[in-house]
């Protein structure tokens, strides 16, 4: 297979970014982590390693959503269009590329997956389903999404595997997380009241969702009961902006990205349960304020 422009354009930037070990780039508090950051203001995607200095870089169009694979390989999107794996070299290996809906309007991609089974989980926004696919790129499943006007910028934003098969989908437009069956029943249901971005289920089946412009993140149990929450201003010197991304951590922390928030407030966080920063993020010389997509990794 021929290197893609991607794999070219991994090996000028990790040759230029060996030069950028400076601290000063960076502000990480609390006890320094590696992390894969991605921003689409500066069309930038990269390995942070705990000195502060950059492991791996990619460049990218616009992105929603990234996955560590085994092997040193990643799952990420060069555009709204595009989702290609790329080895630990910048080496496209796998591609797969949106097309048109049945009526020919467009489709685009806010949330993938690689499955346990080897498939890859791919969200379409336009065309409103969930797709599996195989390595050679043939739908192996189609779960239809309930939609009432077809948006392919707003239908979903991140789509996440639920037990059982399911699938829970933040339904950006609608405001809904929505957790949907093989068949595309919808089988729970959660009103947000904002556009959100993301929603995870929890190994205690409560469903962690960070709330996009509502400016907060919020855990809330299968009986829709809020059992956490952190609003906009609840954390000292910081402003809570578009969440996008959250997780609940090992530790029992959470992970936050807080994008759009401007070089005042920190790109990521890391909250205890008892809403105290742990760690956080900041670095507006190699990023922007367009920073939606971060992975914790193993430093």
Known sequence: MKRSLLARA????????????????????????AL?????????????????????????????DAQPLPHGHWLLQTSFQNVVEIDENGKEVW???????DKGGPIEIHAFRRLPNGLTM???????????????????HSIPLTVPTPDAHR?????????????????????????????????????????????????????????GDGHRV??????????????EKELPGVQLAWITMVDRLENGNTWIVNCHAGPDNPQILEVSPDKK????????DRFGNALPVAVPLSN
Do not use: M
Request: some cysteine; overall charge positive.
């Open 10 to 33: 991994f090996v000028s930037s990790f040759l230029a970014c060996s030069l950028l070990a400076s601290s000063s780039l960076a502000q990480q508090t609390g006890t320094p982590r």
């Open 36 to 64: 894969f950051a991605a921003d689409y203001q500066k069309k930038i995607a990269a390995i942070i390693k705990p000195d502060q200095s950059v492991a791996l870089q990619f460049p990218i169009g616009d992105i929603h």
């Open 95 to 101: 591609a797969y590329k949106a097309g048109k809906t």
């Open 122 to 140: 791919i969200a379409e926004s336009g065309a409103a389903r969930i797709i599996e696919v195989d390595k050679d790129l043939k739908v192996v």
């Open 155 to 211: 239908d979903t934003r991140l789509v996440r595997p639920a037990p059982h098969g399911h699938y829970l989908v933040a339904h950006e437009a609608l405001g809904l997380v929505r957790e949907y069956d093989r068949d595309g029943k919808i089988v729970w249901e959660y009103n947000v009241g904002s556009k959100l971005y993301s929603a995870v289920r929890l190994a205690n089946g409560n469903t962690l969702i960070g709330t």
């Open 218 to 231: 919020i855990e809330v149990t299968k009986d829709k009961n809020i059992v956490w929450e952190l609003k």
């Open 277 to 284: 920063v742990v760690w956080s993020f900041k670095d507006f």
